[in-house]
């Protein structure tokens, strides 16, 4: 069966970097693609952006725009989020998803990854 | 960005009720909308997209409706683990948003 498996929980200090691992299984991973996604507390969920798994084309929210970079190792099948220079609002549960384009809901998902961005 | 907006925030209702949730967007989004139910400490499960269609092992009691700006999402007979928050997003244009959320509570 599909399944998407992220990385574990990370505290990191404001201006560091993280980067939060989706280890996919169950499907082929070139013909779909994977969304990233976050939801701070007591916040709405706030897509990030999508990597395709064909060929690693990317599309960010404009708001993360120069901060986050999307890759994926096609050997592993695992996508991967790197967010750059955190702040304390960073800190949110980040979740991967699998979608079939980049204009797709996100069908499955990973069970997320905690980031807590302190000093 | 495309805006969504979802009523109301919180909805107190009993099991066996029929319940209606909101969802609306500042602009068309066609029937680009996917509604996803959130129970506390798991992640979203995807319920509904193409604003009508049921996913995998959805209950057939869910329903979705609507198109262009105005959906909703209606829950024929509430059951106790459909008490949760529920999202609706657009996926017409990028960035991809989400509503506040609805939630469900007994």
């Known amino acids: 069966q599909v399944q998407l498996v992220q990385s574990g929980g990370e505290v990191k200090k404001p201006g560091a970097s993280v980067k939060v691992s989706c280890k996919t299984s169950?499907?082929?991973?070139?013909?779909?693609?994977i969304s990233w996604v976050r939801q701070a507390p007591g916040q709405r969920l706030e897509w990030m952006g999508w990597?395709?798994?064909?060929?690693?084309?990317?599309n960010y929210a404009q708001k993360f725009q120069g901060r986050v970079v999307l890759t994926t190792d096609t050997s592993t099948a695992t996508a991967y989020m790197e967010l750059r220079g955190l702040r304390s609002d960073d800190t949110a549960v980040y979740y991967c998803?699998?979608?079939?384009?980049?204009?797709?809901?996100?069908?499955?998902w990973g069970q997320g990854t905690l980031v807590t961005v302190s000093s | 960005e495309i805006v969504m907006t979802q009523s109301p925030a919180t909805l107190s209702v009993s099991p066996g009720q029929r319940v209606t949730l909101s969802c609306r967007a500042n602009?068309?989004?066609?029937?680009?909308l996917a509604w996803y139910q959130q129970k506390p400490g798991q992640a979203p499960r995807l319920l509904i997209y193409?604003?009508?269609t049921r996913a995998t092992g959805v209950p057939a009691r869910l329903s979705g409706s609507g198109s262009g700006a105005e959906f909703t999402l209606t829950i024929s007979s509430l059951q106790s683990e459909d008490f949760a928050v529920y999202y609706c997003?657009?996926?017409?244009?990028?960035?991809?948003?989400f509503g506040q959320g609805t939630k469900l509570e007994i």
């Open positions: 193409g604003a009508s």
């Open positions: 997003q657009q996926y017409n244009s990028w960035p991809l948003t």
């Open positions: 990597i395709s798994g064909h060929n690693g084309n990317t």
């Open positions: 169950g499907y082929i991973f070139a013909t779909y693609g």
């Open positions: 602009q068309s989004v066609n029937s680009y």
């Open positions: 998803g699998r979608v079939g384009s980049g204009y797709d809901p996100l069908y499955r």
